[in-house]
């Protein structure tokens, strides 16, 4: 970790490398991806997903079914749940102001432009003055803040450029757009995950989008490695989409607390990337022979099939769902469901 730590460090402090990176990403986003992503933008899929999630209901199914199962794990019959009354549970947020998002890893701060996001965009070396300058990897997480929603808005609205620390509980979304991928450990990665969570409040969403160019079950064991190791921080899986250059998850915070002994059992480690291991995967399959898979390779083989995308299904009514934003085709997480 420490070496690690070092480059992070000494990355940080090259200036004039990073703020020659900022301008070439601000550069791409504005003259590349916008005309050649055409029914793929990743940001668009970040406002549908928190518009479907916290403004069209998501949010409350997915909290119906979560004290569904909850009962039915006590052994309550369908009778006796239909006959009980949920608790409280909030059918949107959009009775308490804006969306509050934060935007690791910002650049030029897309989601300024929608008027439903009250957004904090964060970079190491920003492309934009409206983006404040922050390493997320260092920063401090304080106390969250007792306040009402429109004192939690009027807080963000005046926060100081460079942050430094953020008190914990005070975003609805965390987006983390081609970040984890950037830094070059998976325990870094793992960090930034845990913050997320800290910083999120209960039922929030932290929407990760990572770069991957192949098709979409080449690295299927990977994106399976990374659900296990985020869901344990204190996150339930809600949406998977791979698009053709990239895989697009939106995890839900589900508890607000995370287990302790989490590192001693190898969490970090899950979150790894094809690049953490220094080799070519083209050059180190091309003369391996083909071999009879055991029956341990057929069980991860079927895990991998499990992560793939597909049309949505509610267990509830039996019938699959499409999405609502034309060109995506969302997975609303068949596995949960179904626990």
């Known amino acids: 970790m420490g070496d690690f730590d070092k480059i992070w460090r000494e990355h940080c402090e090259d200036e004039q490398t990073l703020s020659e990176y900022a301008l070439a990403m601000k550069n791409l986003a504005d003259n590349h991806w916008a005309k050649n992503c055409e029914g793929e933008g990743r940001i668009e899929w970040c406002r549908s997903v928190c518009q479907e999630y916290f403004l069209d209901g998501g949010m409350k199914r997915m909290l ?17 749940l239909s006959a009980q009354p949920y608790s409280t549970i909030p059918s949107s947020i959009s009775q308490l102001g804006k969306m509050r998002l934060l935007d690791v890893g910002s650049c030029f701060n897309p989601f300024l432009k929608f008027d439903e996001f009250l957004t904090v965009g964060i970079d190491i070396v920003p492309a934009v003055e409206s983006v404040y300058k922050c390493d997320f990897l260092n920063l401090q997480l ?28 005070l975003f609805n979304v965390v987006v983390f757009s081609l970040l984890l991928s950037y830094f070059p450990s998976p325990y870094q990665r793992w960090i930034c995950c845990k913050k997320a969570h800290e910083l999120l409040e209960l039922h929030g969403l932290l929407l990760i989008i990572t770069p991957d160019s192949s098709h979409q079950n080449r690295h299927a064991l990977m994106m399976r490695s990374w659900r296990v190791a985020v869901e344990s921080l204190g996150f339930k899986r809600y949406k998977y989409m791979k698009f053709s250059h990239m895989h697009l ?85 068949p596995i949960l469901l179904q626990s």
Do not use: C
């Open 142 to 169: 304080q106390q969250p803040l007792q306040l009402a929603a429109d004192a939690v808005e009027a807080f963000l609205r005046q926060l100081h450029n460079p942050i430094d620390a953020l008190p914990a509980q």
């Open 249 to 333: 998850i939106a995890f839900r915070k589900v508890s607000l607390a995370t287990t302790s002994d989490l590192v001693s059992r190898n969490y970090p480690e899950m979150l790894y990337i094809p690049q953490d291991f220094h080799s070519n995967e083209e050059e180190d399959y091309a003369d391996v022979p083909v071999q009879a898979r055991s029956e341990f390779e057929d069980d991860q083989l079927a895990w991998s099939f499990m992560e793939l995308p597909d049309t949505p299904y509610d267990s509830d009514s039996g019938e699959s769902q499409s999405s609502s934003v034309p060109g995506f085709h969302e997975l609303e997480d």
């Open 64 to 80: 119906e079914k979560d004290e569904k199962s909850a009962r039915l794990a006590m052994g309550l019959t369908a009778a006796s």
